[in-house]
């Protein structure tokens, strides 16, 4: 339970009240142009469609999808697709203005933009995943493209969906057209590395965040919310970086070990169990806990790696990790943020933290245009050098300001949508 009650009555509507207070709060203290503030405060562009589904039986479902355009300002539309029951329009604003901030922060040229379809889709079978995939491309098809709006993967959506809608817009278009997604699989023109970015991206920041902390990963133990892509690959390239992961969970619960978990053999038991998740996984000195217990475990990096509104007024105040680095979008409410910051806990935000996906999806839009591919070296060396570059600038910014890194990282990314929205005037 929350302790702020708006955290609780509609999740995507309390996600989109915290992403336009934090919107708020950057333009005060930026002292921002209010007609400016006007337009960011706003969606340029809001798509409801209705999905309707053959399913295997014969019978007909019709789902909700959603396409959202937050702002043209610095390029063309980029963000994820979601498929989860939770999805609405307010969660996918929300999400589409993280975007917008994410990419401006980590300086790719593009906008933001969101995604999703209300739907379980662990509810489907994979013929009618693709059947709904393929309707919803069309659906939003007069909207997207790949100079107007470039979809990628985001909750429950991977390489095959990416996949499909490359094959469903290419038919509507009667043209190759792969710079439509990003996050393809590499055999349709994806790039190499876009797989685990997100999460190798999460570890850079992790890294820095540890640098600047004093503190020797070899002595350190993460705790990970979340075993999807972001989770998964979070967890892999922290440990990587010497650091032992004591905890990790995902929808079947959670699963702790003082003494370090072995995640490639969890990976490995998640891709061969029949519901892809932890459920029934054993080893020597595992013990159950709760999602409550794990996020209040005392560690050194606490990565919320699942979903919104998950670090709240309720539990920020038991958190004993010594630095959180968001790997999901919007994980920690501002209630939370208050909370955190007061105790001294460092957080490393959302925009930052979770931008190696949007980073790689760059490299990929680019490669696709130029019809020459990177190696797996190079895409590592450019994002370790943006995610960097992107990390130091917050860091700085923060001290200078005497902000925390959420406001620094927003402050930046506002100013910089700011400005290009100046020069470009209002049209007409
Ligand atoms: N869904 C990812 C995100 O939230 C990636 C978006 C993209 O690559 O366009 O950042």
């Not at 609780?8 to 002292?31: H, R, Y």
């Not at 659906?139 to 709006?149: E, F, K, Q, V």
């Not at 038991?269 to 999602?291: C, E, H, M, V």
Request: glycine share 10%.
């Amino acid at each position: 339970m929350s302790a702020n009650p708006s955290e609780e009555v509609n999740p995507g509507a309390s996600f989109l009240a915290s992403a336009q207070s934090a919107l708020k709060d950057a333009a005060t203290a930026l002292n921002l142009d209010p007609n400016i503030y006007a337009i960011l405060k706003t969606n340029e562009r809001s798509l409801i469609v209705s999905v309707p589904v053959e399913m295997d039986d014969g019978h007909v479902e019709v789902f909700e999808g959603y396409r959202v355009q937050h702002t043209g300002a610095r390029g063309p539309g980029k963000g994820g697709i979601r498929y989860h029951p939770a999805v609405s329009l307010e969660e996918v604003s929300a999400l589409a203005q993280l975007m917008t901030w994410k990419c401006a922060l980590v300086n790719v040229p593009f906008s933001g933009a969101k995604g999703g379809v209300s739907v379980n889709p662990r509810e489907l079978s994979v013929n009618e995943l693709r059947r709904l995939t393929r309707r919803y491309t069309y659906a939003i098809s007069p909207i997207i493209g790949p100079r107007t709006d470039i979809p990628a993967p985001d909750m429950n959506t991977d390489e095959r969906t990416m996949g499909w809608i490359t094959d469903t817009y290419t038919m509507l278009k009667g043209e190759s057209s792969g710079e439509i997604v990003t996050g393809k699989p590499v055999n349709l023109g994806g790039s190499v590395g876009r797989i685990n970015a997100t999460g190798l991206g999460v570890a850079i920041s992790a890294e820095q965040a540890l640098l600047r902390a004093d503190l020797n990963p070899q002595q350190c133990a993460a705790v990970i919310q979340g075993f999807g892509n972001v989770g998964t690959w979070s967890a892999r390239h922290i440990n990587d970086l010497g650091v032992s992961i004591v905890a990790v969970s995902d929808i079947s619960g959670g699963y702790y070990n003082p003494q370090g978990l072995n995640i490639d053999e969890m990976v490995a038991y998640t891709k061969s169990s029949p519901s892809r998740t932890l459920a029934g996984y054993g080893a020597p000195g595992l013990q159950p806990i709760s999602n409550e217990d794990l996020l209040t475990l005392k560690c050194d990096v606490l990565v919320p790696a699942a979903m919104e509104n998950q670090i709240t007024g309720a539990n920020a105040d038991k958190i004993q990790a010594k630095l959180i680095v968001e790997g999901a979008n919007g994980p920690t409410t501002p209630a939370a943020d208050t909370i955190l910051q007061r105790r001294g806990i460092t957080l490393v935000p959302d925009i930052l933290a979770n931008a190696g996906g949007v980073v790689v999806s760059y490299f990929e839009w680019v490669q696709g245009r130029e019809g020459f591919y990177w190696t797996a070296d190079e895409v590592r060396e450019r994002l370790h050098r943006f995610m960097e570059v992107a990390y130091r600038d917050m860091a700085d910014f923060s001290q200078e300001r005497g902000v925390s890194l959420r406001q620094s990282a927003m402050m930046l990314a506002v100013q910089r949508v700011a400005d290009a929205l100046e020069m470009r005037g209002v049209f007409p």
